[in-house]
């Protein structure tokens, strides 16, 4: 009998440290240790999401529109509101087709959704070479193809 989490988020969650252990390893000990927490965490939680989603696909789960909030895991952190919480849906948020403004004005203004696979490579491009949040924010700014307009804006939530 499970009390206190489900099976889908203790998988989630070993995925998210999964995350760490890979930006660990790609990283030196110090680049890993001077990257900002915000960074680390969003990677994670970023990794928990996406395999985590991909592995539950796989056994048959059946994916809700993307109109509804989907979170198997626990790990796409969509009631996220501040840079006071480093598990942010940062990395998520560019993939994802859910926008969490609905519930207010207080979380990001999320209007993308990336379909494109090269997101993934800009996300571990940073995941990689990025030590800076301000850094890893301008890259992708810069580097992600999608309406810069909307890009812009949910990339405020973070500066």
């Excluded at 660990?24 to 990794?47: I, K, P």
């Excluded at 990025?130 to 924010?137: C, F, H, P, Q, V």
């Amino acid at each position: 009998m499970e009390t206190f989490w489900p099976t889908t988020m203790k998988i989630g969650s070993t995925l998210h440290e999964l995350g760490h252990m890979a930006q660990y390893n790609r990283n030196t000990f110090t680049g890993y240790l001077t990257t900002s927490n915000l960074l680390l965490e969003s990677w994670a939680s970023y990794v928990g999401w996406y395999v985590g989603e991909a592995y539950y696909t796989s056994l048959g789960w059946v994916k809700p529109p993307e109109t509804d909030y989907s979170n198997i895991t626990n790990q796409s952190r969509q009631f996220w509101m501040s840079t006071n919480d480093n598990y942010s849906p940062m990395f998520v948020d560019l993939i994802d087709g859910y926008n969490q403004r609905a519930r207010g004005t207080t979380y990001p203004n999320d209007n993308i959704s990336v379909t494109n696979n090269s997101v993934h490579s800009q996300i571990l491009y940073v995941a990689d070479h990025i030590l800076g949040l301000s850094g890893a924010l301008d890259y992708l700014q810069s580097n992600v193809d999608c309406n810069k307009t909307d890009l812009s804006t949910y990339l405020s939530s973070y500066r």
